[in-house]
């Protein structure tokens, strides 16, 4: 069987076909790898347990193993500090469901089928979790799923209905029926896991999905962290101001603080209570969470009609008033994680688990003056993906080199001894959690095709690829045309060259390079533009 697995990643298609030597050297690092897989399986150790915590729109900018100053990712930081974090990890697609289908298929969403919020998931298809069921694992996916159809190839699943409920959330249960829980939403997701945890059967691997609501919008923190973050006098980013000259999308988009936030949905700056039950997030509550909910924003409203801000001033204030939210329903998020491993360690399971810590993209805290994703410019784009698993990973590793979510189901089976289907598009990162891989020969490019159009937000089609310095980017659909970014001397990418003539050929260069992509990949949708120019 280990074998089998040998066969299939060398003869994954690549953008550029290795030399001989070049692929030499590389059979020689994966006899390694799986030789160490082996030994790890004949050791007379259970196969490895895989569980991922995968977040809504936790980003980047909010971890602190990731930069960020605001203290609320104690534990993510712990587990960072017990793993290896990927620097430069990207989504295929920055948007909810489309994520999730490519974290299950290992494929992208031109060939998953899933491009958008609006699509409904094939749950026949092929998918990471069918392939351990079938190889003797239990499998489950608690939490959010947001993939519409029922899940397949778990043994165990309870999902929120749709984006869910922070507070009292509904979930469907296997039976087909649905039933509320009191309380709020990261921490039963919580609950749940460790009673599953709990009574699954003890002989068996398991590979558990914990999928959580947090920190998506309208970012509702428990009524026990609110106000925890009231003090903290956030900077702006430095483009927050950006007027997004000479890039068209960026002009054009629906997803700015400044206009799209609202101030009772998003803020929940509401004129009464009687207004604030007409939020569906808010009705459910019972009458303890109502009362604390509704006093505390019922503070801050007062305070800020005395203000009587408007302008910048009124811009800035919903800017720290979304962060301080944002932020308050991080903590929870990561008092949870911290909950899951304490709960992991005191059964004995640390040292035989692969935790991954990822989110399902980034988001926007205020650069470019936006929340929401979607685009491709790197806060969205790019997603937190932390890997806690000694017996292959060094603790406190950086890993620079270019992944992406559509990795992640090669690596699981890869893990488990199972064999890594053609059709999947990822490539195991385990060679570079072994430190076995490095820079180009490992992956010069990503790829990326956003498709939610006309959609929420008014973010343009577009795809493009990404490379460890530069970044080019084909808008297309209602408006056609192109950005460059040299991230090296731009990492806001706020200056598009494009179109300035001295990097000519760096654009034809990069321009022949997602063309490979897009051949490799078989995205047919992108191809058809690029045919037409
Ligand atoms: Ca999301």
Redesign the pocket.
């Known amino acids: 069987m280990i074998i089998v697995i040998f066969a299939s990643h060398t003869n994954q298609k690549t953008a550029k076909e290795p030399t001989l030597q070049i692929n030499l050297v590389r059979q020689m690092k994966n006899v390694l790898l799986i030789l160490l897989i082996f030994n790890l399986h004949a050791a007379g150790q259970q196969r490895p347990n895989i569980v991922v915590v995968i977040a809504?729109?936790h980003t980047m900018q909010a971890i602190g193993a990731y930069g960020a100053r605001y203290g609320v990712s104690p534990n993510i930081d712990q587990l960072a500090k017990e793993g290896v974090l990927f620097n430069r990890a990207f989504v295929t697609n920055s948007?909810?469901a489309p994520?999730r289908a490519v974290l299950v298929t290992g494929q992208f969403s031109h060939k998953n089928g899933h491009i958008n919020n609006l699509t409904k998931f094939d749950g026949s298809q092929d998918q990471y979790q069918k392939r351990l069921q079938q190889a003797g694992y239990q499998t489950a996916w608690i939490g959010k799923w947001h993939l519409e159809s029922t899940p397949q190839g778990f043994d165990y699943w309870e999902v929120l209905p749709g984006q869910g409920q922070y507070y009292n959330p509904d979930f469907l249960t296997m039976d087909g029926g649905q039933k509320t829980t009191e309380g709020y939403c990261t921490n039963i997701i919580t609950n749940k896991v460790t009673d599953w945890l709990d009574q699954r059967d003890k002989s068996k691997p398991f590979s558990l999905v914990v999928g959580h609501k947090a920190t998506?919008r309208t970012w509702m923190p428990d009524t026990a962290d609110l106000g925890a973050t009231d003090q903290l006098n956030i900077t702006l980013p430095e483009n927050f101001y950006d007027a997004y000259a000479g890039r068209t999308a960026a002009e054009d988009q629906d997803l700015s603080i400044d206009k799209t936030m609202l101030l009772g949905y998003d803020l929940k700056m509401y004129d009464d209570s009687i207004a604030a039950l007409k939020e569906n997030s808010i009705s459910r509550m019972n009458t303890a969470q109502r009362n604390t909910y509704l006093a505390y924003y019922a503070r801050i409203k007062a305070d800020f009609d005395s203000k009587n801000l408007s302008g910048k001033a009124l811009t800035e204030w919903k800017y720290q008033r979304y962060m301080r939210d944002y932020l308050a329903t991080a903590i929870s998020l990561d008092r949870n994680v911290g909950r899951l491993m304490q709960y992991l360690k005191k059964n004995n399971l640390l040292d035989n688990t692969m935790i991954v810590y990822t989110?399902?993209?980034g988001?926007y805290l205020g650069e470019h003056g936006w929340f929401d994703?979607r685009f491709m410019y790197e806060e969205s784009m790019r997603t937190p993906m932390i890997i806690r698993y000694p017996p292959l990973a060094r603790k406190g590793t950086v890993i620079q080199d270019l992944v992406m979510n559509l990795d992640m189901a090669p690596t699981f089976l890869q893990l488990a001894g199972v064999a890594v289907p053609e059709s999947m598009q990822g490539k195991s990162i385990l060679p570079l959690l072994a430190g076995e891989a490095k820079g180009d020969a490992w992956r010069t490019g990503v790829y990326y095709h956003y498709y939610e159009h006309p959609g929420e937000h008014n973010v343009y089609r577009h795809f493009g690829i990404r490379t460890s310095r530069y970044k080019l980017i084909r808008f297309y659909g209602v408006k056609n045309f192109w950005e460059l970014y040299d991230l090296r001397h731009d990492p806001h990418e706020m200056r598009n060259l494009a179109g300035e003539m001295k990097h000519e050929k760096l654009l034809a260069n990069l321009k022949r390079e997602l063309q490979q992509l897009i051949r490799q990949y078989e995205d047919v949708e992108a191809a058809a533009v690029l045919d037409n120019e």
Do not use: T
């Open positions: 809504d729109d948007i909810c994520s998506h989110s399902d993209q988001f994703k």
